[in-house]
């Protein structure tokens, strides 16, 4: 687990939406009620929200160059459910992206919006998932360059490295 700072904007709703399961634990928050409460979801809806956290892990391992954790829908699928139109302000000409009249599912809704924002900022490749396989944590890349690999470099980054030097040394 990170003890970076959150990600910025609407990136750290899909920062604390995928990092709701520990993965060296196996502990998921979405199967509390508090868990589901954080998103809005309903318990009937648990598995569309799981299958969007693992969709999103899977698209954050890309940001890092690496390969998906597992098999899962395709975000681009998963958020074309979600439509989004961009709304004015009549007063002050501020724009922002709101759910289509035709709602969808609100987090997802949500997310699609988080991404949206992320992209036209520039931050969202910058949203990424650690590389140890035993981790998988969300977190947010504030390297100069751009290249963090692990949540933790205290933790998971001095493990791998550890294990790279062991198994130079054997």
Do not use: I
Not at 91 to 100: E, K, N, T, W, Y
């Amino acid at each position: 687990m990170s003890e970076r700072s959150p990600a910025p904007a609407g990136l750290a709703l899909v920062e604390s939406l995928v990092n709701t399961l520990d993965v060296g634990t196996d502990t998921d928050s979405l199967g509390t009620p508090e868990g589901r409460a954080r998103f809005g979801v309903t318990e009937d809806e648990l598995p569309r929200a799981r299958e969007l956290r693992e969709s999103l892990r899977a698209a954050l391992l890309a940001h890092a160059g690496h390969p998906p954790h597992r098999s899962v829908t395709p975000l681009g699928e998963l958020l074309a459910g979600a439509p989004l139109v961009v709304t004015v302000d009549a007063a002050d000409g501020r724009a922002a992206l709101a759910p289509a009249p035709e709602g969808s599912w609100p987090l997802l809704t949500r997310v699609a919006g988080a991404v949206a924002e992320a992209l036209v900022a520039g931050t969202w490749t910058r949203l990424k998932a650690c590389e140890a396989t035993d981790c998988l944590w969300a977190y947010y890349d504030r390297s100069p360059a751009g290249r963090g690999r692990w949540c933790s470099m205290q933790v998971c980054g001095a493990r791998a490295k550890m294990r790279r030097y062991r198994a130079k040394e054997a």
